[in-house]
């Protein structure tokens, strides 16, 4: 890859909605029976699977909209006029717009928080790939009587050998480049989901054994899987963290947005909606046919992890536990890379790194720039290249957009726009650069970041070595820290951010973008006061 094009968008659409999927779709999906069984599958339980992809899909939007306004101030002070600045990668990350949108003491937090939920994510993957190999290994090395489930020596030994094939992929410099990954990924994750509606439909047409329970009330769950309302507030409370995890991203959607071309208002809401909607359709598939295979189980319940309902001698399941395997395996570089990151600019800001990222700078420098290649658009050219095609219909956009900065995050508008639009756009202008550099925060570095992505990525997995289940990590977790990352921090960051005054420095009209912008506001304060009581 020629030296230039990292440092500028390289990212489709197909290759941002893969990776968004990638990170939110995976192991998490196997607890929506679970959460369908408790909360009334046939009614109660889609409407919230519904109401959360809402909400997790504004929560995008408003995590975008901040991060683009947490760079803001950065790019007005560049006064570079090199027209290909116009295409570089955006530098917007989830500390940075926390620290601009509360203060220092912000990006500390928001840094740690995202970092433990990233680490212990990866470690909790560790533990659930190793889960899922045991019966593979076990029919290779016998483990010592009375083992049961949990380390061994044999089973860590296959988790660590699955954890060296992959880490290669942990040192990449950006997401899409593994935009293969997720889509194999999803073709994994997808077989699973079938595997298990498979079981269910032969369970509900009679083809599957079904267990005699010991007494009447589990008698009828068994025999009336099927139910429209739940049975008390306490499983929806219960059930309520199980649909937000499933939905949890928040942590590479700044990444991918920095890498995707021409991120115009239209596109953003097309990677968002194409990557959310699918995932909830296959959600809430697996949702319904796996709580419905209650009907097959002992006591009438469903597991946390619904591939524990199987039998173990079921061939089925043994193809659901590998492509679970291929999942998670491909999933790791979604966790390592957001953690690895956020601990290069850390080491970054030392002296020892601002060293290395000034030796890796004197290194680059001394290579020819060729520009040939640098502009991109959706459409091959005669010359097999692509190339951004800024239309100007979408710079019109810009104008009724509540947040004009949405639609164009780093592209001058007068370079584009047509002379008699230009009047109408003084406003928008007045806010952004011509272009802007790329900030040296130590990503750059392919020594920080191989030694970061070690770091973080073997850590987890020793840790994950001594840890006898999956619940100890999700319980250290909790829905605390996930509910506080995708929800409260982007919410109020867009609030302090897209204030009042730098509304009506953009928007005079006090009509439709007036309304649109009141109705922002008031969706983000519902969500914040709505999150912060399911956080206790």
């Given at each position: 890859m020629p030296r230039q094009d990292e440092n500028f968008r390289q990212g489709t659409i197909s290759s941002a909605r893969f990776n968004l999927l990638s990170s939110m779709v995976g192991g998490g999906s196997l607890s929506l029976p679970l959460a369908f069984h408790q909360t009334g599958n046939m009614f109660m339980a889609p409407i919230l699977l519904v109401i959360t992809s809402v909400l997790a899909q504004q929560s995008i939007y408003f995590l975008v909209k901040a991060?683009?306004?947490s760079t803001e101030r950065r790019d007005m002070s560049d006064n570079h006029n090199d027209p290909l600045d116009n295409d570089k990668k955006g530098t917007a990350s989830y500390e940075n717009?926390?620290?601009?949108a509360f203060g220092a003491k912000a990006r500390v937090l928001s840094s740690v928080l995202v970092f433990a939920c990233c680490f212990f994510g990866t470690a909790g993957y560790a533990v659930l790939l190793r889960d899922m190999l045991e019966p593979l290994v076990d029919s290779v090395v016998v483990p010592p009587e009375g083992t049961g489930g949990g380390p061994t020596f044999s089973r860590n030994l296959a988790m660590l050998t699955v954890i060296l094939i992959v880490s290669p992929?942990?040192?990449m410099k950006n997401l899409t480049a593994l935009k293969n990954v997720g889509a194999a990924s999803m073709a994994s994750v997808l077989t699973v989901g079938l595997c298990v509606a498979y079981r269910s439909i032969e369970c509900q047409l009679g083809f599957t054994e079904q267990h005699d329970n010991d007494n009447s009330d589990n008698k009828e769950n068994s025999e009336s899987s099927m139910q429209a309302f739940p049975s008390s507030m306490k499983m929806v409370l219960d059930a309520v963290p199980l649909f937000i995890s499933s939905y949890i991203c928040h942590f590479n959607v700044l990444p991918i947005h920095n890498e995707l071309r021409c991120p115009t208002s239209d596109r953003v809401t097309q990677w968002v909606?194409?990557?959310?909607?699918p995932a909830t359709?296959?959600?809430y598939v697996i949702g319904l046919t796996g709580?419905?295979?209650?009907?097959?189980?002992?006591n009438g319940e469903i597991q946390g992890n619904i591939l524990l309902d199987f039998d173990e001698d079921d061939p089925l399941l043994l193809l659901g536990r590998m492509c679970l395997a291929m999942t998670i395996t491909l999933a790791f570089p979604m966790l390592v890379i957001p953690a690895r990151d956020i601990l290069v600019r850390a080491v970054a800001g030392t002296r020892c790194g601002r060293r290395i990222i000034a030796k890796s700078a004197r290194k680059s420098s001394l290579a020819?720039?060729?520009v040939s290649d640098a502009m991109f658009s959706d459409d091959e050219g005669p010359n097999g290249l692509t190339e951004v095609q800024f239309e100007h219909m979408e710079v019109a956009q810009a104008t009724h957009l509540e947040e004009p900065l949405l639609a164009m995050e780093n592209r001058s508008i007068t370079n584009t726009a047509p002379v008699a639009m230009r009047d109408n756009l003084d406003e928008f202008d007045e806010n952004r650069s011509t272009s802007r550099s790329i900030e040296q925060d130590g990503t750059d570095s392919r020594l920080l970041r191989i030694a970061a992505a070690l770091s973080v990525f073997w850590s987890a997995a020793i840790i994950a070595c001594s840890v006898s289940s999956i619940d100890v990590v999700w319980d250290l977790l909790g829905?605390?820290?996930?509910?506080m990352m995708a929800f409260i921090i982007p919410c109020g960051a867009y609030l302090k951010l897209a204030g009042r005054k730098r509304f009506f420095n953009q928007v005079s009209d006090g009509g439709a973008s007036f309304r649109k912008w009141m109705v922002s506001r008031t969706l983000a304060w519902i969500m914040v006061i709505g999150f912060i009581p399911l956080m206790i």
């Open positions: 991060g683009i306004y717009m926390a620290s601009q992929l942990c040192i909606r194409t990557s959310m909607w359709l296959f959600y709580s419905l295979y209650a009907k097959c189980t002992p020819p720039l060729d829905s605390s820290f996930s509910i």
